[in-house]
């Protein structure tokens, strides 16, 4: 079993920076990827970016490629999303995912409550 707490969101003006924490309790931690998603009222859960087990590769999502920057400390049990250049629409509620059960961008076993991110105009 993992459970994963995710902090650092909060509100930010365009073109601002966050840095999110995502918390795991549980060893599998460690040795399964991890990812962030997003989702706004009305809309689908989509993904953000994901980091393999190691933290030796990842993926984004075209809409925060070189922007974000996922990234992950295992002797911590953490995962973070660095968020830069942010706009109005990367508002959402961000939550950490763990243990996916194909790839990066698929159903993950593992799910944290969500931090809320508003970026103002």
């Known amino acids: 079993q993992v459970q994963l707490v995710e902090s650092g969101g909060g509100l930010v003006q365009a073109g601002g920076s966050l840095r999110l924490s995502c918390v795991a309790s549980?060893?599998?931690?460690?040795?399964?990827?991890a990812a962030w998603f997003r989702q706004t009222p009305g809309k689908e859960r989509e993904f953000v970016a994901g980091v393999s087990w190691n933290g030796k590769s990842s993926d984004y999502a075209d809409s925060v490629k070189g922007r974000f920057t996922i990234s992950r400390d295992n002797t911590k049990n953490m995962a973070y999303l660095e968020m830069n250049s942010l706009k109005p629409e990367d508002t959402a509620n961000y939550y950490c995912?763990?243990?996916?059960?194909?790839?990066?961008?698929?159903?993950?076993?593992?799910w944290g409550q969500g931090t809320q991110v508003t970026v103002s105009s």
């Open positions: 549980g060893r599998t931690f460690s040795i399964v990827p």
């Open positions: 995912a763990a243990a996916p059960r194909t790839t990066f961008r698929g159903a993950y076993d593992y």
